[in-house]
């Protein structure tokens, strides 16, 4: 009999009522993090990302691999000794200055100026950059934007605009100084056009103009 398939069933079968509305905070991690209550630490890395290695990478060489909510797991050295680049996101920077520690890497710090409080730690020999912050932060949709748009590439971008004070949304109004702050820093902003679509469903929301305003964006930096 096939227990681990039984298992399984066992497990697909249950209802995760109680689970469902459990989440561990951010504070509890930290607090973890802080008493040493870090038995979800694989001092030896996953067996199963050591086994199952091969087909993660499948020939591949100098990729770029993102570990979200790393810790400090040692599989990212191991991964940065082999040639690639690691990218991490970590919400406990006692975590990871115990990562460059444990390793004895040298690294340096620095503000991501695009998430508030966030910080880099990157190692000195720049293949293992992790950033301190919440998961959130880092994928939101600007940041993940901005790693997909390589020096030159253009992003169209729709905005609407309306009369806020009217109307709370969906969909949400997005003045342009937003998107001026939110990607001044690495992309020229240009205007396209502003397209009036006003319609009887706008009307009846209350509002008396609705706008969608086109960008585009050129990565710069
Ligand atoms: C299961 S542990 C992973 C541990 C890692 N494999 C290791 O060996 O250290 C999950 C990690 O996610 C972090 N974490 C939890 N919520 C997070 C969030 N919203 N953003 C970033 N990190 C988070 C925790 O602090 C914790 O280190």
């Known amino acids: 009999m096939d227990r681990s398939a039984d298992a399984c069933r066992i497990l697909e079968s249950t209802d995760i009522g109680s689970q469902k509305d459990r989440v561990v905070t951010e504070e509890e991690w930290l607090q973890k993090w802080e008493m040493g209550n870090t038995g979800f630490h694989k001092e030896q890395g996953h067996p199963l990302l050591r086994k199952y290695l091969d087909v993660l990478l499948s020939g591949r060489s100098g990729l770029r691999i993102f570990f979200p909510l790393c810790g400090k797991a040692v599989e990212m050295k191991w991964l940065a000794d082999m040639g ?32 508030s409080g966030a910080k880099k730690l990157q190692s000195t020999s720049g293949n293992i950059s992790l950033y301190c912050c919440s998961i959130y932060d880092l994928s939101s949709y600007v940041s993940l934007m901005i790693t997909l748009m390589e020096k030159n590439s253009s992003y169209l971008l729709v905005t609407v605009s309306y009369d806020p004070n009217k109307h709370k949304g969906p969909p949400f109004y997005v003045p342009e100084s937003e998107i001026k702050s939110l990607f001044r820093d690495c992309c020229e902003i240009k205007c396209l056009q502003k397209v009036d679509d006003f319609s009887e469903k706008h009307r009846q929301w209350g509002l008396d103009y609705f706008l969608e305003v086109l960008y585009i964006l050129k990565f710069v930096a």
């Open 84 to 115: 690639h680049t690691v990218v991490g996101v970590e919400v406990s920077e006692q975590a990871l200055k115990e990562f460059f520690s444990e390793h004895s890497l040298p690294y340096c710090e620095e503000p991501v100026p695009e998430i």
